[in-house]
C-alpha cells in the first residue's frame, strides 16, 4: 500500500504554520500524530492531514479580515 508521507518541513510548508504551532496542534487538537519512518526520520500521513482538515471548522467571511 503506497500512502503519502509528509516530512516536517513539507507539512509546515503546506500548512503554512510555525513548529510551535505544529506542536501545540499535535497535543491540544487532536492533530494526527508524526509516524515514525527510521531511527530520526518521522513523517504524517497525508490521508490523516486531509481528515483532520475537513473536520475543521469552516472560516466565516470576517475571519479573513483580521490580516
Known sequence: MNQLIYR???LLKLLQ???TTLRRWMKDD???LARQL????VGWVATEVQTWLDTRP???ANACDED
Not at 38 to 41: M, N
Open 30 to 32: 487532536d492533530f494526527p
Open 17 to 19: 504554520i510555525s513548529e
Open 38 to 41: 527510521g531511527a530520526r526520520a
Open 58 to 60: 469552516k472560516a466565516t
Open 8 to 10: 516536517k518541513k513539507t
